[in-house]
């Protein structure tokens, strides 16, 4: 019952957080970027019909990117376009194509990101 609990109040907060993202168009889709700690934000995002989702966490500074599971939704450009502009971080381009990450459960010694959301969205938006 506690987990169900837990889960319900972590979707209520993915919701407040989608709201207060920035909605934008990009080459993708429907995107939005958005500030949360809440790993439930990304999929709820998805499920709302968004065909990007950029989340940075506020405290650590991790960037998760990530796209609809479509062939069509390759993030490769955006990868690319990233490691020019973000040097000092590491980033992780998912084999899929969908998923873009600059964390890891796995790699404690991953580098966060020092790109603000407003520099991650012009980046998406130039390609």
Do not use: C
Not at 67 to 94: C, E, M, N, R, S
């Amino acid at each position: 019952l506690d987990a169900l609990f837990n889960i319900f109040i972590k979707k209520v907060g993915a919701e407040s957080d989608i709201k207060l993202g920035f909605v934008f168009n990009s080459v993708y889709g429907k995107s939005i970027a958005l500030s949360s700690k809440n790993e439930e934000t990304m999929k709820l995002a998805l499920k709302q019909g968004f065909k990007l989702v950029v989340k940075k966490d506020p405290d650590r500074g991790f960037v998760r990117i990530k796209t609809l599971p479509d062939k069509q939704l390759d993030l490769k450009p955006l990868y690319l376009k990233i490691l020019k502009v973000d040097k000092g971080a590491t980033w992780f381009l998912h084999v899929s194509g969908n998923m873009l990450l600059n964390s890891s459960s796995r790699n404690p010694h991953f580098i966060p990101s020092s790109l603000p959301i407003s520099k991650l969205i012009e980046i998406i938006k130039s390609i």
